[in-house]
């Protein structure tokens, strides 16, 4: 009856996790670039209270044996790195990566950080950055009398000058790739940093060597199916009120166990 309660507990512990990373899926539905998690669970230790295979006498051995659970807990967490639907903005700043990468971008501190949102502007200096103004690594720099601004599917940003006729290229924009994206570490704010799980960033110019090509004028929508969330929160509900259930039996029949000698 103890060992129920806490199985039990620890199953509630495990759909509660599940029922918090739903919630915070569903509020990134409309995030750009967002990337669903997804939980991963396993089960605890095993007690074995007879093992298979034990001798019943000289010539019978039991074909199983009996092993009792004590519940379950979170495996871990991972980012599905699936594309999301693209949307039309017409703005040439706006970028989507159609297929493998990240944009790279640093933050004040000199750290690199990793993005599939794509929504880019110029700060006061004529810099591209993000919306919380870390720019691209390498910095691109519009010129202040540009008039045009153009961004190539392989990374090149051209511009034209007001009283010119042709364009000038005045820098490319670099992707990276891991070879393990579900080891990148999530900081918030769209970002990701590198791990040693991930492995280094493979960077290079979109299009080239499995890197996916840009496409101007678009953002990247989240990934996250608003009904697949409806229904794993349905599922985590019913198994977070099926365990507080088993809690609830094991509590009386703990109690009725009690009161047996009054």
Not at 24 to 30: E, K, W, Y
Not at 54 to 78: E, L
Not at 148 to 158: H, I, L, N, Q
């Amino acid at each position: 009856m103890i060992r129920g309660l806490f199985t039990a507990s620890s199953g509630m512990a495990s759909q509660q996790f599940l029922i918090d990373t739903i919630a915070n899926n569903l509020a990134n539905v409309n995030t750009n670039g967002f990337k669903q998690t997804r939980v991963d669970f396993q089960d605890l230790l095993y007690q074995t209270i007879r093992p298979a295979g034990t001798s019943v006498d000289q010539t019978t051995r039991v074909p199983s044996g009996i092993q009792v659970g004590h519940g379950s807990r979170v495996a871990d967490t991972q980012k599905i790195f699936t594309q999301g639907n693209f949307k039309l903005t017409e703005n040439p700043l706006d970028l989507v990566i159609e297929g493998d990468g990240f944009f790279k971008l640093q933050l004040q501190d000199g750290t690199n950080v990793y993005t599939r949102d794509g929504s880019f502007t110029l700060d006061e200096n004529g810099d591209i950055v993000n919306s919380d103004g870390y720019r691209l690594d390498p910095p691109i720099n519009i010129p202040q009398d540009a008039v045009e601004v153009a961004v190539g599917r392989d990374g090149t940003v051209s511009v034209r000058i007001a009283g010119d006729v042709d364009a000038t290229d005045v820098g490319q924009i670099l992707t990276s790739d891991f070879i393990n994206n579900s080891g990148l570490k999530a900081i918030g704010q769209n970002l990701f940093l590198e791990t040693t799980a991930s492995g280094p960033p493979i960077e290079g110019p979109p299009g080239a060597d499995g890197r996916g090509e840009i496409a101007s004028g678009f953002l990247e929508s989240s990934n996250v199916s608003v009904v697949e969330e409806m229904v794993n929160l349905i599922i985590g509900q019913r198994a977070y009120d099926s365990n507080a259930r088993v809690v609830e039996t094991s509590d009386q029949m703990l109690q009725t166990a009690t009161n047996l000698k009054r």
